[in-house]
């Protein structure tokens, strides 16, 4: 195999902005039935390529084969029949809330909970009776049981006890926030003590999400692709995938949400171009300048507010 030679920059041309609420996790179960197939992957470095000038492919029939950005190479492997056994979900793990879709034929649906809702809260809730509660019931004891009900865990997530982020999260939230023996950001619940990972609170949110798909499906689901904001780096995207094997979940893949909106719209499709992607989400609001050349999107820059 051989690299692609680099790409050259462009001037930014036109600009447009899109709305990718509600559209994640469409794309990301389109994403997933793409990704149903045998993938021979090549040797070389397997990792998620992270935001500024780095390139993530997003040309799904053809994944982790050489990319050259800024005159070195990424990897990507070629996927040619089916390997992946089961059925594939994809999930938008949000700050606020978060959703499952699968393919229903040639469609995407969203699937709706066991409270006949699209969208679960990212919310887990700890009881004195060590009830675990995931979802709207976590939801209600932010009020009765705050100090033992858990949010916007997306925030602390592969970070540092001692971030910024994680010192401003602290001075919002009532519930504890400390220093794991790593010098990680974990939580702790006020009834026991007990401490849990972002990766583990994560995590029983996507078991809430599996088990709403195999509600629907009626069948176990083993493989998923989960999103991730663009400003994401190395540590928050395996932190993210670790939540996702804890959860019982074969993450296939790890997508750019602003990537994913823009997949929706049939851009990877489309001529060479300079796109902006709006997020406005229930936690946070962001903006991703992305370049689309020959259906490989490149994160230009991105910038936004995580503290709505």
């Not at 050259?68 to 190479?73: I, K, L, T």
């Not at 009881?127 to 858990?150: F, H, M, S, W, Y």
């Not at 023996?181 to 003590?193: I, L, P």
Request: glycine share 8%.
């Amino acid at each position: 195999m051989r690299a692609h030679a680099p790409r050259r920059r462009r001037g930014f041309g036109k600009i447009e902005a899109i709305d990718p609420r509600g559209i994640f996790a469409s794309i990301f179960a389109w994403a997933s039935e793409m990704l149903s197939v045998r993938c021979a992957v090549r040797r070389g470095p397997w990792r998620m390529l992270g935001t500024g000038r780095r390139a993530l492919s997003t040309n799904l029939s053809k994944l982790w084969e050489p990319l050259a950005v800024d005159g070195a190479p990424r990897w990507r492997s070629r996927c040619y029949s089916s390997d992946v056994k089961g059925a594939v979900v994809g999930i938008d793990l949000g700050t606020t809330n978060s959703c499952v879709a699968v393919m229903d034929g040639k469609n995407p649906r969203v699937i709706e909970n066991s409270e006949g809702s699209r969208t679960t809260p990212s919310v887990v809730a700890f009881t004195k009776d060590g009830e675990r509660l995931c979802g709207i019931l976590a939801k209600r004891q932010t009020v009765t049981n705050p100090k033992n009900t858990v949010y916007a865990t997306k925030r602390l997530i592969g970070r540092r006890f001692d971030d910024e982020e994680v010192k401003k999260e602290a001075k919002t939230v009532p519930y504890e926030i400390v220093r794991a023996s790593n010098g990680d950001a974990w939580v702790k619940t006020a009834h026991d003590g007990k401490m849990y990972s972002p990766s583990q609170i994560g995590a029983f949110v996507l078991m809430k999400m599996k088990e709403t798909a195999e509600a629907y499906l009626g069948q176990p689901v083993k493989n998923a692709v989960i999103t991730v904001p663009a400003y994401f780096n190395d540590s928050q995207r395996q932190a993210t995938k670790d939540a996702g094997q804890i959860a019982g979940l074969n993450v296939l893949r790890v997508v750019n949400e602003p990537t994913a909106a823009a997949l929706a719209y049939g851009l990877d499709k489309a001529d060479d171009k300079i796109i902006a992607v709006y997020d406005l989400g229930g936690g946070t609001f962001d903006i991703s300048v992305l370049e689309i050349q020959k259906g490989v999107f490149e994160v230009k820059s991105t910038n936004g507010d995580t503290f709505l």
